[in-house]
């Protein structure tokens, strides 16, 4: 570390300012033996101080805060409520066979579960993808987690599963769908 006070008597005698690095006045106030410290607290702006988090928990957490985890996780949700509600309407409300048919036997009938289970499974676990990745993407784009986050998402997915049915439809199932989203969000909060 080296400060420059040289007389100058170019200068009439006057000292020179002190100069010193920022890299230098580091060292010589921390010191060489820099470590990182899993104890130390920081201040969170309400009540007190919370411990900074070791890097390997960070990574876990940003792990599950992602968008690809968080669509992953509604599909195969998603696959799974529909296979259950699928298999309920299945057993509840067989197809009526015509009368001069013969009668259905047991493999029919489990077929005919098993093709109503996996259908409404792939449709529930589409639609759980489509939604949670349209409200992660929201999400990151306006950087705030509130509840116009999936109202907005309720919108352009239902805008967009309406679409098939022409643009009154789409209009229809965008606002249905926000609507039910906004009600969903306010009841979980």
């Known amino acids: 570390m080296s400060l420059n006070n040289n007389n100058n008597s170019s200068n009439g005698g006057q000292q020179q300012e002190p100069s010193i690095s920022f890299s230098e006045l ?5 010191g060489p033996e820099r470590r ?5 607290l920081v201040p969170n702006g309400y009540l007190g101080a919370e411990p900074l988090k070791p890097d390997n928990q960070r990574m876990v957490e940003n792990f599950f805060e992602s968008c690809v985890f968080k669509t992953t996780l509604s599909c195969v949700a998603g696959f799974g409520l529909g296979a259950a509600i699928g298999l309920f309407t299945a057993s509840v409300g067989p197809e009526l066979a015509p009368l001069n048919a013969p009668k259905q036997t ?9 093709s109503k289970s996996m259908s409404y499974a792939k449709n529930f676990a589409m639609l759980g993808a489509m939604f949670s990745a349209t409200e992660c993407a929201i999400e990151s784009y306006r950087a705030k987690k509130d509840w116009k986050n999936g109202t907005m998402a309720g919108g352009v997915v239902g805008g967009m599963l309406g679409l ?3 643009i009154k439809g789409g209009l229809l199932g965008a606002a249905g769908f926000a609507a039910f989203s906004t009600l969903i969000e306010y009841y979980l909060d």
């Open 36 to 40: 990182y410290r899993e104890n130390m």
């Open 164 to 166: 098939r049915a022409g």
């Open 26 to 30: 580091r060292d010589a106030l921390i």
């Open 106 to 114: 047991v493999r029919e009938v489990l077929r005919e579960m098993k």
